[in-house]
């Protein structure tokens, strides 16, 4: 199944708005466009997918745009056009091809019939290629609640709130009749010009039928998988009404086992390439078991941004990676380990705490996730107890009880789902591969992103330094290199305490704020038996 084999060639480099031509790839190659090139959504996945003996290629960083920039989406189908013969399989945002990216996807004017197009890209695709699987995905347009335009239209910087509420309580009235939600709806929208609210009704009206269009596609044939993930979602909404009309047409159309629709987005490149290369290389379905450190807090929660219980993204995420959950531990191939503190979580991002006091797992469960590893067995740990970041408890309590590079997975970074999928991923892509350096460093990656700097260093930056990071009293070259100053050497530290051989060389901010973060690593050790200096 081509574990621990050797490091596919790098992807020649391209420039920006030029047709990228087709270059030789190896046999074992899969096709891909993320949502946009932060490396934890593009080459991040990349380096999975090589643990596994495949190369994933994606277009280079710089032909994706830049978070409101769109990508130059002629120069990327013509890519996709050129390169599609060498590919054993794609995978595919429908939100870059279409619009530029995600973000953009929130704002860009172009009519619906330029972008009805500009889908006509996966008919042609599957005309040339009938024998090769195309995987694609599409978000449902996310809703925020906070009146910050940063990625979203310049109006939502004084209407967002209300435009959320005015969405959350009409859809909320819509289900349950609610005669205050009625009150509160109205209350909002009287709040917002009719300018803007025909605008945004008609962005979300648009980007639905796209969607819509691209489940046709499905039942003709032309995509074989397609995934709908929700967004940063709540409970109701405009994105929640899109959701039950999505479902009510995947039911209808009979394409319940093509279509899956949940929370999550930035995961879901992760996600499918795992599935495809499971698929292409003929694997049975990974069977994973699940165990909780709180299971009474698991069992309520209903993670932050999400639509529904936690439970049902776990379940929603491992079918996505092609998995099947097992109620008998004895038969399973992983064991998923979920971690929370309590039914709500923190949010490391909008300082929200824990509602109760942090504590750590307790002795029992530890010692049965070590006893589960001491009998062979494969374990993964998806982070819960807060959004945007790990629980350092969690981690120091873990690396006491079991050496951290043996792990199969651990992912602790935003959404509940984003944690989900990855990790699933990550396992996945790694069976019989858990000693290879490749996913060593991966997984050294993962801690340090996900737990060293998003639930630490990333905080000591914000409130530390305030004045320089939210007051906009710095350039990007002197953001990235306070952030490498101050994360580099404590995270190499960590990292080396904790046995893991890979460590920091090089900090990046692909979107020039604090809130992500890129990482390069490299071995603490050379081939040779030498401290790397790299």
Same mark, same amino acid.
């Given at each position: 199944m081509g574990r621990g084999s050797a490091r596919p060639a790098e992807p020649a480099p391209t420039q920006r708005g030029a047709p990228v031509t087709a270059s030789p790839v190896a046999p074992r190659t899969l096709l891909g466009l993320p949502v946009d090139g932060r490396p934890v959504v593009r080459e991040q996945v990349q380096a999975l997918v090589q643990v596994a003996g495949w190369q994933l290629r994606l277009p280079e960083v710089a032909a994706l745009g830049h978070l409101r920039r769109p990508a130059d989406r002629d120069a990327l189908r013509l890519w996709l056009l050129d390169e599609a013969p060498a590919a054993a399989g794609l995978v595919l945002s429908l939100d870059m091809l279409l619009y530029g990216g995600l973000v953009p996807s929130r704002f860009?004017?172009?009519?619906?019939?330029?972008?009805?197009?500009?889908? !006509?890209?996966?008919v042609e695709l599957k005309r040339r290629h009938p024998g090769t699987?195309?995987?694609?995905?599409?978000?449902?347009?996310?809703?925020?609640?906070?009146?910050v335009a940063e990625e979203e239209k310049p109006y939502w910087?004084?209407?967002g709130r209300q435009l959320w509420l005015w969405s959350h309580e009409l859809d909320r009235h819509a289900c349950t009749g609610d005669p205050e939600a009625l009150r509160a709806a109205a209350e909002a929208e009287a +709040?917002?010009?009719?300018?803007?609210?025909?605008?945004?009704?008609?962005?979300?009206?648009r980007n639905h039928a796209l969607t819509l269009q691209a489940l046709e596609l499905v039942d003709q044939g032309v995509i074989d998988r397609l995934v709908l993930p929700q967004d940063d979602?709540?409970?109701h909404g405009f994105n929640i009404a899109e959701r039950r009309a999505l479902q009510q047409r995947v039911a209808a159309r009979g394409l319940s086992d093509r279509v899956l629709i949940y929370p999550g987005a930035d995961e879901v490149l992760h996600t499918l390439c795992a599935h495809l290369v499971a698929r292409l290389e003929q694997r049975p379905a990974l069977r994973v078991a699940i165990t909780a450190s709180d299971p009474a807090g698991l069992a309520q929660m209903q993670a932050r941004y999400e639509d529904r219980p936690v439970l049902q993204s776990v379940a929603a995420q491992v079918a996505a990676v092609g998995g099947r959950l097992v109620e008998d531990r004895r038969e399973a191939d992983l064991l998923l380990a979920v971690h929370t503190q309590g039914a709500v979580q923190g949010d490391w991002a909008m300082q929200i705490p824990l509602p109760l006091a942090s504590r750590g797992p307790g002795e029992?469960?530890? !010692?049965?996730?070590a006893a589960w590893q001491r009998g062979g067995g494969a374990l993964a740990v998806a982070d819960l107890a807060y959004a945007n970041g790990g629980d350092p408890l969690l981690l120091e309590a873990l690396a006491a009880t079991l050496p951290l590079p043996?792990? +199969?997975a651990y992912a602790g970074w935003n959404t509940a789902s984003n944690t989900l999928g990855s990790a699933l991923a990550q396992a996945v892509l790694a069976q019989g591969a858990l000693a290879t350096p490749a996913h060593q460093r991966n997984l050294a990656l993962r801690l340090a992103e996900d737990l060293l700097y998003q639930a630490v260093w990333r905080q000591v930056l914000r409130i530390g330094h305030e004045a320089v990071v939210r007051d906009g009293g710095h350039t990007p070259q002197s953001l990235r290199a306070l952030v490498a100053a101050l994360f580099t050497g404590p995270a190499n530290a960590w990292l080396q305490q904790h046995g893991l051989g890979w460590r920091v060389c090089e900090v990046s901010l692909p979107w020039d704020r604090s809130f992500e973060i890129g990482l390069r690593m490299a071995p603490t050790v050379s081939p040779e038996g030498e401290p790397s200096s790299a």
């Open positions: 860009i004017d172009d009519s619906p019939a330029a972008l009805a197009a500009r889908l !006509e890209t996966l699987p195309l995987f694609a995905f599409a978000a449902t347009m996310r809703i925020s609640n906070n009146d910087a004084a209407h +709040a917002i010009p009719e300018a803007v609210r025909a605008d945004y009704r008609a962005t979300r009206a979602t709540a409970a029992p469960w530890l !010692e049965e996730l043996s792990l +199969a």
